[in-house]
T-cell receptor, first 115, second 111 residues
Framework: GAGVSQSPSNKVTEKGKDVELRCDPI?????LYWYRQSLGQGLEFLIY????????KSGLPSDRFSAERTGGSVSTLTIQRTQQEDSAVYLC?????????????FGSGTQLSVL | QKEVEQDPGPLSVPEGAIVSLNCTYS??????FMWYRQYSRKGPELLMY????GNKEDGRFTAQVDKSSKYISLFIRDSQPSDSATYLC???????????FGPGTSLSVIP
């Protein structure tokens, strides 16, 4: 299918380890978002890439979190020195219509468990 | 004050009932209003999108925006068990801004 693809779908790691989460947006979508969703909670904004503009990193909870988007397509969210409170589902979304944000297409997420 | 607030529920209704889901927001600068549906273990999917005030209808779903009250609603008529999901409102200031989501309301439609 041509939807947003995230990998891995599940990741179990030990406290203190680094993890990388990958997002493949829909081809041609210029805007890409990362959100975090904790159990029973809403979507917490992390970072937003819009075309060639500088990313909006205002939602990253600490300097242990970083993200990059290479070639305007694939994005990687990196969490260094993971903590138990980082356990959550990490969702990626991309938008159509020339990068407009009214309609986001989400992947199924990466379930991160930090032991 | 959070930018958007939503009663988390859970909300449980019998099949066929009319469901009303609501959100309030704090800043009058928001112009775009969306409702997303999220099934368990899936990413959210766009259900309805409205620009500025007014109503928008799509089948059994009606989205309503009252900018004067900063209040948005989603109505589901003739609710079905397949409507059981979490419903998230979302708001946007401009088309190229970041989307802000409400915490979501969990809905169960009982056969």
């Amino acid at each position: 299918g041509a939807g947003v693809s995230q990998s891995p779908s599940n990741k179990v790691t030990e406290k203190g380890k680094d993890v990388e989460l990958r997002c493949d947006p829909i081809s041609g979508h210029t805007a890409l978002y990362w959100y975090r969703q904790s159990l029973g909670q809403g979507l917490e904004f992390l970072i937003y890439f819009q075309g060639n503009s500088a990313p909006d990193k205002s939602g990253l909870p600490s300097d242990r979190f970083s993200a990059e988007r290479t070639g305007g397509s694939v994005s990687t969210l990196t969490i260094q020195r993971t903590q138990q409170e980082d356990s959550a589902v990490y969702l990626c979304a991309s938008s159509s219509q020339g990068g407009r944000s009214e309609k986001l297409f989400f992947g199924s997420g990466t379930q991160l468990s930090v032991l | 004050q959070k930018e958007v607030e939503q009663d988390p529920g859970p909300l449980s209704v019998p099949e066929g009932a009319i469901v009303s889901l609501n959100c309030t927001y704090s800043n009058s600068a928001f112009q775009y209003f969306m409702w997303y549906r999220q099934y368990s273990r899936k990413g959210p999917e766009l259900l309805m999108y409205t620009y500025s005030s007014g109503n928008k209808e799509d089948g059994r779903f009606t989205a309503q925006v009252d900018k004067s009250s900063k209040y948005i609603s989603l109505f589901i008529r003739d609710s079905q068990p397949s409507d059981s999901a979490t419903y998230l409102c979302a708001i946007l200031k401009t088309s190229y801004d970041k989307v802000i989501f409400g915490p979501g309301t969990s809905l169960s439609v009982i056969p």
